[in-house]
């Protein structure tokens, strides 16, 4: 299962907003942006509620976090959005980070570039960048977020996530 901080990167990624935009679409629920960032940061364990709300505010379905990857999004977010989702589920914590595992022509700035939608990536950058985050290609496609659980590609996504996150989960208890 991907962590719930990670899914939170995500679902903030995926609606475009920011840490402090999110906090303040839920702070009339009583959910500031210290226990937020506490959550992101995988300090502090967000109840249910608090899961659906954060979901709602980032116009995902209510039980977002409750699904595998295939979790149908009411809006299909943008290419920058998606690869800001890719980055924090390759739990890359910068642009510059993950543009130090791409080739020559894929830096920071064309990363940002495309994460601010001022360019459009070509399909091989795409596979580059979801090769780097571990991620299906087909994450990028507009078809990738609709609710199929016959999307092959979502579940092998989340077996790839789960394995990772069991994988450094081993690391960090050696």
Not at 38 to 53: I, K, N
Not at 99 to 121: F, V
């Amino acid at each position: 299962m991907i962590p719930v901080a990670n899914r939170i990167k995500a679902a903030r990624a995926l609606a475009g907003i920011t840490v402090e935009e999110l906090a303040e679409r839920i702070d009339r629920e009583g959910l500031g942006l210290g226990p937020l960032k506490a959550t992101e940061q995988g300090r502090r364990q967000p109840d249910t509620a608090e899961l659906r709300t954060i979901a709602a505010a980032c116009n995902l379905r209510e039980d977002f976090f409750e699904l595998r990857v295939e979790t149908e999004v009411v809006e299909a977010p943008s290419v920058g959005d998606r690869l800001r989702a890719a980055r924090a589920l390759g739990q890359f914590s910068s642009v510059e980070a993950l543009a130090a595992e791409l080739p020559a022509g894929l830096g920071d700035g064309t990363l940002r570039a495309i994460e601010q939608g001022r360019r459009t990536p070509t399909t091989d950058e795409l596979a580059v960048i979801a090769r780097a985050c571990k991620i299906p290609p087909t994450f990028f496609s507009a078809d990738f977020f609709k609710a199929e659980s016959e999307n092959p590609d979502a579940r092998r996504l989340e077996e790839k996530l789960d394995a990772l996150m069991a994988h450094l989960g081993a690391g960090a208890a050696r």
